[in-house]
């Protein structure tokens, strides 16, 4: 048995599991990063990134809850393809397994331009996968989305399986992505996005 994790960067609810790849048990890596946000309890969490080990499919975090339109993303790199989910970690003094945090939709309550804080429509707001159009040949910065990220919303973005980090590699605005100068994709990189839309759209 072996887990490995980074010095513990949050502490609050705890995620523990054994989880499974291809029928076997996971063997690699699981990161989870997050932005800077304000807990349910008020504590302000910078943003981060928590890594965990693993040759036996045991992985376990511990995780500040999340309040509304927040999320974590975890990332897992083993043996098999490189894949991608969001958490939403609920305020409980219990240990969870993975399927209580794991999201496809997020209950998010976007205030609509213009109002004060708390106001607006309540909708929902749905991950969903694309791949970014554009050339890939080292000299193009410029990549289109078919999805338009929610209003406030984020859009994570891999290449070749390693996660790029927003506002250092690359920007975004409406649906199009711009890479940095210099950070062009070359030839052959693959690019993959997680795009948080609101589904009443």
């Not at 975090?61 to 339109?69: G, I, N, R, V, Y």
């Not at 609509?112 to 991950?127: I, N, R």
């Not at 940095?180 to 795009?195: C, F, I, K, R, S």
Request: glycine share 12%; proline share 7%; charged share 10%.
């Amino acid at each position: 048995m072996l887990v490995v994790a980074y010095v513990p960067l949050l502490a609050g609810t705890k995620i523990k599991d054994t989880i499974q790849a291809n029928g076997k048990k996971f063997r690699g890596a699981v990161t989870v990063t997050w932005p800077t946000f304000t807990s349910p309890a008020g504590k302000l969490v910078l943003s981060g990134t928590q890594r965990v080990f693993s040759n036996n499919g045991q992985i376990q975090f511990e995780l500040e809850p999340t309040p509304d339109c927040v999320v974590y993303t975890a990332q897992y790199i083993g043996d098999g393809p490189v894949f991608s989910e969001y958490w939403v970690v609920p305020t409980t003094g219990v240990t969870v397994p993975i399927s209580t945090v794991r999201r496809a939709t997020i209950p998010c309550s976007p205030a609509e331009p213009g109002s004060g804080s708390g106001s607006g429509s309540t909708g929902v707001l749905t991950a969903q996968y694309e791949v970014p159009s554009g050339l890939v040949n080292g000299t193009n910065h410029v990549f289109m989305l078919s999805l338009t990220p929610a209003a406030g919303g984020s859009v994570m973005l891999t290449c070749n399986g390693l996660m790029l980090k927003a506002g250092l590699d690359y920007n975004v605005s409406g649906q199009a992505i711009t890479f940095v100068v210099g950070g062009a994709p070359e030839t052959g990189d693959v690019l993959q996005a997680w795009v948080l839309t609101n589904a009443s759209n």
